[in-house]
Nanobody, 116 residues
Framework: QGPFVESGGGLVQPGESLRLSCVAA????????MGWYRQAPGKQRELVAR???????NYADSVKGRFSISRDGADDTMYLQMNSLKSEDTAVYYC??????????WGQGTQVTVSS
């Protein structure tokens, strides 16, 4: 079990929104770039959004324009705002520190299901 706890997932209809949260023990957010990953059934885990220590962001093409990653240094929390959700966004979402590759053991993740 890693140092991250993800929350905020749920069952929503296509077109709706969710905001995921990631909290971590220690001073991880200040020390590393951070990422949101997801793993859909039968697929490999993929990086969908990344935020650097300086606040620069990058997104997978599949979520660009719909997802927004942010971090709150004051309370060591990272967020993923997900708008215009699609069925293909259905997955377990995880957060992790990264330096090209994930650095810590994975947490439990939070399930996002998009279905009508």
């Amino acid at each position: 079990q890693g140092p991250f706890v993800e929350s905020g997932g749920g069952l929503v209809q296509p077109g709706e929104s969710l905001r995921l949260s990631c909290v971590a023990a220690g001073n991880i957010f200040a020390s590393y770039d951070m990422g949101w990953y997801r793993q859909a059934p039968g697929k490999q885990r993929e990086l969908v959004a990344r935020i650097t220590r300086s606040g620069n962001t990058n997104y997978a093409d599949s979520v660009k324009g719909r997802f927004s990653i942010s971090r709150d240094g004051a309370d060591d929390t990272m967020y993923l705002q997900m708008n215009s959700l699609k069925s293909e966004d259905t997955a377990v979402y995880y957060c992790n520190a990264q330096r090209g590759v994930p650095l810590y053991p994975w947490g439990q993740g939070t399930q996002v299901t998009v279905s009508s």
